[in-house]
């Protein structure tokens, strides 16, 4: 639990918004060394079965050409276990993965998945790469999560932000502690906590003051967000966003 809090650019929908036309630009590469420059802390990356947007060749040139370490997103699938351990990136986060899905849709199945998983997170770790689990904030996943060996675990924050957006406030609130407290048990446990999916400026700014979070990876809200102000105003941005949340949790527990 620390003071300072990383922050994960995805540039997912970089590669979205350039393959909606099938050529070379935008370049997704030159997006994650824009974040770099502007402060960022790390790139991620969702190598998608379908290629929808992150293609092979970006994971490849985002490895060599750029700077940050790289968190790569993966589904627990031989064919992609066999792409994070050709290019070895500091992190691999595995995530849940349907094809008719339009974004990741909540946590990996690590209980019922196990048998999928754990192999996975055992290999990778052994040629060390840093294992993350994209999960519930569920006593009994992130119970799981350690036992399987993970280093990290991601909260899934997807079902906090929808009942923000939607104005769901009770839910929302109960969402929240739900988080919370999964932030504390995975610290506890020995994990490293992060958390994603649907942040923005405010909820990552609240996220932010839970202590025990040590990187948030946000990508949608920003690349949005790039097409009004660009890349690097967004990231300087959204690191002050988070400053705030940690300093006003630093200063709760003064
Ligand atoms: C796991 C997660 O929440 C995201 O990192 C993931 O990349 C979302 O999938 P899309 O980027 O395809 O929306
Ligand atoms: N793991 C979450 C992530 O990388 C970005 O999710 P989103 O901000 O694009 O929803």
Redesign the pocket.
């Known amino acids: 639990m620390g003071e300072t809090i990383r922050l994960g650019v995805?540039i997912?929908?970089v590669a979205t918004v350039r393959n909606a036309r099938g050529g070379a630009h935008p370049d997704p590469v030159r997006f994650a060394k824009i974040a770099a420059e502007a402060g960022a802390d790390g790139v991620?990356a969702?190598l998608?079965e379908d290629r929808?947007?992150i293609r092979d060749a970006d994971i490849d040139r985002l490895r060599a050409e750029v700077a940050l370490p790289l968190n790569f997103?993966m589904a627990a699938t031989p064919e992609m276990l066999a792409v994070a351990l050709r290019i070895r990136p500091n992190a691999a986060?595995l995530?849940p993965e349907k094809r008719e899905e339009?974004?990741?849709e909540g946590g990996l199945d690590v209980v019922g998945q196990k048998g999928t998983v754990a192999p996975v997170v055992k290999e990778l770790t052994a040629a060390g790469v840093r294992v993350s689990l994209?999960v519930e904030p569920d006593e009994v996943a992130l119970e799981q999560a350690a036992l399987m060996g993970a280093a990290i675990v991601?909260l899934?924050t997807?079902t906090w932000c929808e009942a923000l957006a939607a104005g769901e406030r009770d839910a929302a609130e109960k969402e929240f502690a739900r988080l919370k407290a999964g932030g504390a048990l995975a610290a506890s446990l020995g994990l490293e906590v992060h958390a994603?999916?649907?942040l923005d400026y405010a909820s990552a700014e609240a996220i932010a003051a839970l202590p025990e979070i040590a990187e948030l990876?946000i990508?949608?809200f920003m690349i949005g967000e790039a097409l009004a102000v660009g890349l690097a105003e967004t990231v300087r941005a959204m690191k002050a966003a988070m400053a705030r949340g940690r300093a006003g949790a630093s200063a709760e527990t003064r």
Do not use: I, L
């Open positions: 995805n997912d929908h991620t969702h998608r929808r947007h997103e986060c995530v339009r974004t990741t994209f991601e899934h997807g994603g999916h649907g990876n990508g949608h």
